[in-house]
Each structure stands twice: as structure tokens, then as C-alpha cells.
């Protein structure tokens, strides 16, 4: 079965979404995700220019062999785009080989090993009240697992408040600059404890907490941060620091043993191979785009099992449901799996372009039994919502000198 034709789309259902289609010459289809948020076309230049050219004619079942032509075959390895575009093509070929099989994409790649995917949710607010308030709404609708996220006093905004807008998918609609946002760290600690202790006093001790720092802090910093949350049983603490320099997370575990979760812009096992084999993270938050798809994912995952380090999916909105569907494959076969970020099924025109059969049931997800990933793109639909460029904000302290968003 040889690979026929690779197309590539870019749509906007309130985000923008890059989405490859591979069609093989007896007329089967798979679908992946090449989306990096704010840099979207310089993914579609490189799929179409120097991606699509080499694969027509290749054997589609061969997904390893063209996973590493595409990794290996170029001199230029690793990075965001490159990566990307990589895992589009191989969801692709291994959501055309579930179909082929008639099977879903998990039972190719072991079977169950659980009956369902647990999710943690997010909780976003104006106030630490009104933070609890949205996670207490999520207890009831069954969450077992929240992220809070709290505006921060005598900031404008702060990261993870959705402020006027009604989701996560009507944030970048209108940016064709990106916005500059202001940081303070002292003004986040002042904060930052009061909204789980407040957490746990209105959740209780058996409700799982999460927080995303979003990479705001130093190293020193978030060892401080750590030792002051150790007392509120978090899950896991997120993107704590930056770890271009992985090392940066010796200092931090020196200081506390608080659980330590990062990885989301993340593009291969070689970017955090010193953090997992040190042991100096509890959770790994590859994407499944961003990081050469189910094939890359399946190598982190079982190389961090031998450290213990359990896989938690980058789970925002700027991946498209082909990404999460991906996910909930992996996730449900992947023994050392730990929780699967969930920010909902999208808004109306996303359901309308990408179309899944996944189930939503007392804060865990079930996937159907369709062949392949399980998604299906609509055309027409998706020809309704172009392309508009949009960026993800820039950070400054409060003096104007440049931050970490």
C-alpha cells in the first residue's frame, strides 16, 4: 500500500489548526496534527515544500522507516517544526494502519491497560473565591483532579485567566501582534498560597491539585515555591522553571519533595533525558504534535518507565482533537500513564471540523472502538473558518525587561 497524496490544511474554528491528510492508492486516509501555535505556517512551508515530495510512492505501513527518514534522513534534526511535521505524517500512517486493521490505534499498540483515561480539569479565576468556586462546579460534574490558576493581585493579567473571554478558543482570534503581558514574582507569592490553602479547606485532602507556574520562576525560586506548597499535597507542580539548562531542576529537588511535572515544549526524548534518568521530574508532559507523534511518544514513555516517571500529555487547546485522540491511545495503553490534561472537546465550530465518538464520564474519558485514532475531519466545514495569523502574548517584569511566558 503506497502513499498516493499528502495534503495539508490550516483552519480557524477560534484557534488555527494545521492538519495533514495522507491517502494511500487504494483509497485509505489518515489524519495528524502539525499545529504549532503562533508559528503555523512556517509547519505548512515545511510540510509541502520539503516533507510532501519524499513520501509520495513510499509503503504507508512502514511507519518507522519513514519516521526515521524523516528524523535521520535530514541533516537539521529536532526543533518545533521539524517535529511537528513528523508527528502529522506518522498519526497519519498509523491511523491509516488501525484502519486497515479494522482496529482501534490502542489495540495496535498493545492493548488496554486500563478502562479509561482520568483527566485532570482546569479551574480559572478573577480571585482565589472565585477559582474554588469553578473547581468545586467541576467536583460536582465528577473531576477527581483539578489545576488551579488564580488572577494575581495588582497584575493586569495573568496567565491561565480567561478575563472576558468565554474559553480557551476565543483568546487568539483577534492577535496579529502579540500582546505584552506583565509578571511580578513577588506579587505571585503573595497570592499563591492562599489559593490552596483555601483549596483544601473547601475541597478537602481527596481531590488532586495541580498548578502551572508556566515557567515564570528560577530555579531557586520554585525550590522556595515547593517547600511552601509541600504542606497542600499537590499531584504535581508544572513547568516549574525552564529546563533548557536541565539541570536547573537539581536545585529544585534539593529543596523539596514536592512532585515535579514539565515537558510540553519538549521535541524529543533528548530533551529531557538528563531530567528522567536523574529522576528530577515525576511527570512528563510531551505532546504528541510537538514531540514526532505516537511513535516518539511510545520511546519517552517507556524509556521514563524505568525511572519511574509516569506521562502526563500536554493536553491545550492549541492541539487539535487528531492530537488528543492520539493521547487517549497512548494514554490508555501506557502502563506507567499518570493523567491526561483536559481543557473540553472545543467549542461549536471545532466539533463541527473534527468529529470523535470520545466519551466524557465522571472526569475520565472512553474511547470508542473506531478504527484508527477515532477522528474524522470535515473539509467543507473547515473551509468555513480560514486562517488568521495570531501569537501566543510576550511576558515582561514589571521594569520592561523581557520574561519567560
Request: charged share 25%; glycine share 8%; hydrophobic share 40%.
Amino acid at each position: 500500500m503506497k502513499i498516493k497524496n499528502v495534503e495539508v490544511f490550516v483552519c480557524c474554528p477560534g484557534r488555527n489548526f494545521v492538519t495533514v491528510k495522507v491517502v494511500t492508492d487504494d483509497g485509505v486516509h489518515g489524519l495528524g496534527d502539525a499545529t504549532v501555535n503562533g508559528r503555523e505556517m512556517a509547519v505548512v512551508a515545511y510540510l509541502k515544500e520539503h516533507v510532501v515530495p519524499c513520501l509520495i510512492g513510499r509503503d504507508a505501513h512502514a511507519i518507522e522507516d519513514v519516521w526515521q527518514y524523516l528524523y535521520r534522513g535530514t541533516y537539521w534534526r529536532r526543533g518545533p517544526i521539524t517535529m511537528a511535521a513528523i508527528a502529522a505524517i506518522d498519526m497519519a500512517l498509523w491511523d491509516i494502519k488501525g484502519k486497515v486493521a479494522g482496529l482501534p490505534l490502542y489495540q495496535l499498540l498493545g492493548g488496554k491497560s486500563r478502562r479509561g483515561v482520568t483527566l485532570y480539569a482546569h479551574a480559572n479565576g478573577e480571585n482565589v473565591d472565585d477559582t474554588i468556586d469553578k473547581a468545586e462546579a467541576l467536583v460536582s460534574q465528577g473531576f477527581k483532579a483539578i489545576r488551579l490558576q488564580s488572577a494575581i493581585p495588582g497584575l493586569p493579567v495573568t496567565y491561565g485567566v480567561l478575563g472576558d473571554k468565554k474559553d480557551y478558543y476565543d483568546m487568539q482570534g483577534n492577535r496579529p501582534l502579540p500582546p505584552e503581558e506583565t509578571w511580578s514574582t513577588q506579587k505571585y507569592f503573595n497570592m499563591i498560597e492562599g489559593l490552596f490553602k483555601e483549596a483544601r479547606e473547601r475541597l478537602g485532602r481527596d481531590i488532586h491539585l495541580v498548578h502551572d507556574v508556566h515557567s515564570r520562576l528560577t530555579p531557586i525560586e520554585s525550590a522556595r515555591l515547593g517547600k511552601l506548597l509541600e504542606k497542600y499535597e499537590l499531584l504535581f507542580l508544572e513547568d516549574a522553571s525552564m529546563a533548557e539548562n536541565q539541570q536547573s531542576y537539581d536545585v529544585i529537588r534539593q529543596h523539596t519533595s514536592i512532585p515535579l511535572a514539565i515537558g510540553e515544549t519538549y521535541n524529543s526524548l533528548w530533551d529531557c533525558k538528563y531530567l528522567i534518568e536523574n529522576q528530577l521530574i515525576d511527570y512528563i508532559r510531551v505532546a504528541a504534535t510537538h514531540g514526532g507523534g505516537v511513535t516518539a511518544m511510545k520511546r519517552i514513555a517507556d524509556f521514563a518507565a524505568i525511572y519511574n516517571v509516569k506521562t502526563a500529555p500536554h493536553g491545550a487547546p492549541d492541539l487539535s482533537p487528531i492530537c488528543f485522540a492520539a493521547h487517549m491511545h497512548l494514554d490508555i495503553c501506557t502502563p506507567n500513564f499518570g493523567i491526561q490534561e483536559f481543557v473540553g472537546f472545543g467549542n461549536e465550530q471545532i466539533r463541527r471540523v473534527f468529529q470523535h465518538d470520545t466519551r466524557l464520564e465522571d472526569g475520565m474519558a472512553y474511547l470508542s472502538d473506531a478504527p484508527g485514532l477515532g477522528v474524522e475531519y470535515d473539509e467543507s466545514a473547515a473551509s468555513d473558518y480560514p486562517y488568521k495569523r495570531s501569537y501566543l502574548p510576550v511576558s515582561r517584569l514589571e521594569d520592561g525587561t523581557l520574561w519567560n511566558w
